[in-house]
């Protein structure tokens, strides 16, 4: 019997290898050239070749040119064979989105709607699931997972939401929130979604810390390229750091959070605009969101020196503020430089590629890296 399954393990490894090949290769490939990059046996490749083809997940995509004899079929990953949707949920609205297997945008919609502790709510967040994939002629038989993500801090052992405080949830059982989709559920921190997401995309860096500005702030740390969540799973709460103390009231209760002054609602929210808003009234040359901003600025340099000093990795910055960084990175940099105490010139420091949706992405390749691995 063990025999029997050394056999089955070993064969399910080959197959997995082949796949990764096609996963981590762009270019089309022949059985010839697989055989030679694995050093496998062209039977063996063959035969996993043959499972992967009838799974659907890599396909023909065109032939080789030949110097004598026959031609070679070429092949590669089929991207689109499976997708997983990823879905952020906000205080007012709701993000959803569809990623193939290279993590590709195949749909995204944003759609208001104000979060409520109540099966109203529930109802409404299945059915947006539901038209989404409606709306996008989504194959629902392609699907592999809802990856949920939300501001709070999940215990997934428990099976909670320990707590959200710009949702006002605490102690909330996650069932309450999957248990009308009707899809396979992972539920997770927006901040480490959005960060794993930023990784994923930036294959270099092998640690790095990830500050998610938002109506909330919170974060993420990737160690040797996997997420690291804490002893009790509150790891990377960047915006509960003080930065100020006995300074303004934060969501959590205590006062001088890092949250309480880089939360985008100081630049939103507070005012009654929208963050296009503020920063096009800076462009026509409004000194008090101006000199609002300057002090942004500076709690936010004050907050990402802290985050490096500690952990002295490279940071990515992402959120709703993202977009309109790149005007002003030298001058966030040059203010990290004054304030290092090692004489770094603050390029340590990067923007998100992934903008708003770094979230609903991140929590979505959770079901990607299981197929990847299992498959």
Request: proline share 2%.
């Amino acid at each position: 019997m063990a025999d029997k399954l050394s056999t089955v393990e070993l064969r399910r490894r080959n197959r997995n290898l082949v796949f990764r090949h096609f996963y981590q290769t762009e270019e089309p490939q022949t059985k010839q050239s697989i055989a030679a990059a694995l050093s496998l046996s062209l039977p063996t490749v063959t035969q996993n070749l043959r499972e992967l083809l009838d799974a659907g997940v890599i396909e023909y995509v065109g032939m080789v040119d030949s110097t004598g004899g026959r031609r070679a079929r070429t092949m590669a990953l089929a991207a689109n064979a499976r997708f997983a949707l990823g879905v952020e949920l906000s205080l007012k609205h709701i993000r959803l989105i569809a990623i193939n297997l290279r993590a590709e945008e195949i749909a995204y919609k944003r759609i208001e709607c104000v979060f409520s502790n109540d099966a109203t709510y529930r109802d409404e967040l299945s059915r947006a699931i539901e038209h989404f994939l409606d709306e996008f002629a989504l194959d629902r038989t392609r699907i592999l997972g809802v990856g949920l993500t939300l501001p709070g801090i999940i215990d997934e052992e428990r099976g909670i939401i320990e707590v959200a405080p710009v949702l006002r949830i605490r102690k909330m059982s996650l069932s309450m929130l999957t248990e009308r989709i009707a899809y396979p559920v992972y539920v997770e921190n927006d901040a480490s979604a959005g960060g794993y997401a930023e990784w994923w995309n930036r294959s270099t860096l092998d640690s790095m810390a990830y500050l998610f500005l938002g109506k909330g702030v919170g974060g993420a740390l990737l160690v040797d390229g996997k997420p690291y969540a804490g002893v009790h799973h509150r790891s990377a709460e960047f915006g509960h750091m003080c930065v100020v103390p006995h300074g303004e009231k934060c969501s959590c209760g205590k006062h001088g959070c890092l949250e309480a002054y880089c939360s985008v609602a100081r630049l939103t929210d507070d005012l009654g605009i929208q963050i296009e808003d503020f920063f096009a009234a800076i462009e026509d040359g409004n000194a008090d969101y101006f000199a609002r901003w300057q002090r942004y600025l500076n709690d936010l340099a004050t907050g990402i020196n802290t985050i490096h000093m500690i952990m002295d990795c490279d940071v990515v910055l992402g959120g709703m503020v993202t977009p309109f960084m790149e005007k002003y990175l030298p001058d966030l940099r040059a203010r990290l430089a004054a304030r290092n105490s090692f004489g770094e010139d603050g390029h340590y420091l990067h923007l998100g590629k992934c903008l708003s949706k770094a979230n609903c992405i991140g929590v979505a390749l959770h079901f990607i890296d299981r197929f990847v691995d299992q498959l």
